[in-house]
């Protein structure tokens, strides 16, 4: 559920509030030479505010069309993955990394509903990562179907998200579709 959203170019970052009422978060983004600086506040139900700030390198690549694109690296040190989304409930990183923290805490029902989103993507012909674009529909499925795995899909992407979230989407759309 998307309670609140926010758009900053190029990079945009949308709030995704949970049933934790109490959960609050904010977040700004400051460009800065090849990163961005996340300076962002948040707290638990019950906690202090924790305020976070460290930069997200950024990478450009060409479009097939022209223009650049650009990519973050996961800040996990470990890590450092190129990906054009990134999640945040503490501390950012791709989904990857996020995952790797769910897998660790068993199987949660944010899990369960990843696992269902993917087997979804996956059924349709498509890839399962739930940050690529959905499937079209395969030949020879009955619109009615796959409207209902469609649903179904995007319903449980939704929930694989913990409580409350950030998306930092990194889109140059403008510059890619440039004329
Ligand atoms: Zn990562």
Request: glycine share 8%; charged share 25%; proline share 7%.
């Amino acid at each position: 559920m998307a309670a609140s959203k926010r758009f900053l170019s190029p990079y945009r970052a949308e709030l995704f509030l949970g049933p934790d009422e109490e959960s609050r978060a904010s977040i700004s983004i400051r460009r800065d030479v090849g990163s961005v600086v996340l300076l962002y506040g948040h707290r638990g139900r019950g906690e202090e505010w924790r305020r976070e700030e460290y930069p997200v390198f950024v990478e450009w690549t060409p479009c097939n069309y022209g223009g650049l694109r650009p990519w973050f690296h996961c800040p996990v040190r470990t890590c450092d993955r190129r990906v054009a989304v990134l999640y945040g409930s503490g501390m950012f990183a791709c989904r990857q990394c996020h995952q790797l923290a769910y897998e660790s805490q068993r199987e949660t029902s944010h899990s369960r509903a990843l696992s269902r989103a993917q087997a979804i993507r996956e059924k349709l012909g498509g890839s399962p990562c739930i940050d690529d674009d959905f499937p079209p529909k395969p030949k020879g499925m009955h619109w009615r179907t796959y409207r209902r795995l469609a649903l179904e899909g995007e319903r449980a992407a939704a929930r694989s998200l913990p409580p409350w979230m950030w998306r930092l989407i990194s889109t140059m759309g403008a510059s890619c579709n440039a004329t």
